[in-house]
């Protein structure tokens, strides 16, 4: 018999995949009202844990109790009907519908003949979304013209029109802007008032500390404790989650740039529609640059277009102050450009492919003997990879789908590393990293540009840029708004910059 506090009982659950055991016996508690955090290193078994509450998976053994009821989910949508809904890091919107189809999807409203009642739909549809505070988004607008923060609020609406008691959210403030955070909060406290229950795993301390009563930490696919979290502190937290005390605060030395240097890669005027307007920046070899500013701002945009994902409207890309027409990526390649994609499943990875397919093949040519690739030097590439960056698996030969996303992130810097890349873009190198992976991405960063490796780094995490770079490129609607040294910046400024407001007195 369950407590009448206790919403959902979590007992003895294990799980595995091939050449690796996600969850071991985990056991803890989720009272009703209650905000419960859920921390860990990457390949802690966060992920494992939620997928099967949210019917992804099926566990090997345990059993799960939800709101007094002994229950094992065939499917997500029984364990939706069931009361249960999980916003996942990855959204999962069918970008050629619209906002409304997407909340509905399989449960799609219908008249009194059977037909799809679209304006009883846009009507609910206006409701919820006027719920979470959203007067931008209309109900029949495609999914594929909104931004990447509107279409976490129309997961998160979503959710809220199952019902649900329990609401699973994995890192939901990833691209969320701070007052979309701040609204998000809002909502996850109203829940909580209502009776609804909130799982919420987050790799960010300070959110965890605002938003949650409890959290339970988990370490290597183990349960470890639960905390009141009033109760306990960030290094505490970080200690229990790796095992060790945890001090670790990274930094680096300032690159110097000489007098007479020349810079490695020089943008003048470059244009892509109205994403990326007249930009011009320099970066020298060893240096580390970052490109920071709100969601939507072109960061993204203007390295894709560099890279040659996007065809430019006008402007000039030097190398070594010769000029270069790059229209593929395999032109870039060519020119020793290497980019991380800022989604690592939907840009990076093949997930069905191994991790050593994953690490070789962007260098492929230079791996072969004769016209056929040397198994011998591929497996040794991988394996030298996976060694030096501490890639966590149980060999080169394991599907990168069943590696943490530290481990998956690890795998993509791998392949750049092994074509020698003169000019390395990051976007968002530690989306969803936990501490332990952040500072070894740091470490490997770090090396890079001490070798001479031009960095272009682009993180919506201040922090992050001012432990790093060397300069600071602020974008704002498409244009670079301001430029700042690392002596200059602090999150202050940078803000004034990202939101066009800045005060030119304060950078005096």
Known sequence: MLSNDILLKIEGISKSFPGVRALDNVSFDVEKGEVHAIVGENGAGKSTLMNILSGVYIPDAGRLLFDGDEVRFRDPRHAQETGIAMIHQELSLAHHLSVMENVYIGRLKKNKLGFIDHRGMFLRCKIELECLGISDIEPDALIKDLSVSQMQMVEIAKALSLNAKLIIMDEPTSSLTNKETEMLFAIIRSLKNKGVSVLYISHRME???????????????????????????????????????????????????????????EVKSLSFGKKVKDVSFKVYPGEIVALTGLVGSGRSELVQTIFGLNNKD?????????????????????????????????????????????????????????LFISNTK???????????????????????????????????????????????????????????????????????????????????????????????????????????????????????????????????
């Open 207 to 265: 959110e965890i500390f605002e938003i949650s009563d409890k959290t339970t930490v988990l370490r290597d696919g183990t349960y470890i404790k639960t905390l009141y979290t009033k109760d306990t502190t960030p290094k505490e937290l970080v200690s229990l989650m790796v095992g060790r005390e945890f001090n670790r605060t990274f930094q680096r030395k300032n690159k110097e740039i000489k007098p007479d240097e020349i810079p490695i890669l």
């Open 314 to 370: 006008k402007g000039t890309i030097l190398l070594n102050c010769e000029r270069v027409e790059i229209n593929s990526p395999t032109r870039a390649i060519e020119l020793g450009l290497g980019m991380v994609p800022e989604g690592r499943k939907t840009q990076g990875l093949f997930l069905r492919m191994k991790v050593r397919e994953n690490i070789t093949m962007a260098n492929l040519p230079r791996l072969c003997k004769m």
């Open 378 to 508: 591929e497996h040794d590439a991988a394996h030298s990879y996976t060694s030096s960056l501490r890639i966590k698996t149980s060999s080169t030969e394991q599907q990168v789908q069943y590696l943490s996303g530290g481990n998956q992130q690890k795998t993509i810097i791998a392949r750049w590393l092994l074509n020698n890349p003169r000019i390395l873009i990051l976007d968002e190198p530690t989306h969803g990293v936990d501490v332990g992976a952040k500072s070894e991405i740091y470490e490997i960063i770090n090396k890079l540009a001490e070798e001479g490796v031009a960095i272009i780094l682009i993180s919506s995490e201040l922090p992050e840029v001012l432990t790093l770079a060397d300069r600071i490129l602020v974008m704002h609607n498409g244009s670079i708004s301001g430029e700042l040294s690392r002596e200059e910046a602090n999150q202050e400024i940078i803000m004034q910059y990202a939101t066009n407001q800045i005060n030119k007195e304060m950078v005096k």
